[in-house]
């Protein structure tokens, strides 16, 4: 997010900085929101398994679901907000959505870490 806010007061379009455009803005506040929720989730599942809490389990899993879909999607708007060079190998943007989609891969998808939490929740295995 922090490339992007960056690349909003460097780009210019007619005549203004993009970053002064209402529709950007609302995208970046979305963006910050959904960071900041999934931080919020992580600290959360930190606490739980510092302290050794009962819902520790299910805490991580509610974690991972929120980062793995806020790194996604963040990484995604990241490129549509850049435009033409967010397309490019020219700039990192695509690097961030490769990473998040390996981790996604790797940890499991946000899905995936729901369908746990539902388990749990229901009182099957997980």
Known sequence: MDRTVAYSRDRVQFGRAIGSFQAYKHRLADMMV?????????????????????????AVHAA?????????????????????????????????????????????????HREQIAAMVLGETA
């Open 34 to 58: 959904e960071i900041e929720q999934a931080r919020s989730a992580v600290y959360w599942a930190a606490c739980a398994v510092d302290e050794g809490a009962d819902d520790a389990k299910l």
């Open 64 to 112: 991972k679901s929120f980062a793995a879909d806020t790194a996604f999607r963040c990484a995604g708007d990241m490129i549509q907000l850049h435009g033409g060079i967010g397309f490019t190998w020219d700039h990192d943007a695509h690097l961030f959505f490769k990473r998040a989609r390996a981790l996604q891969t790797m940890m499991g998808s946000g899905d995936w």
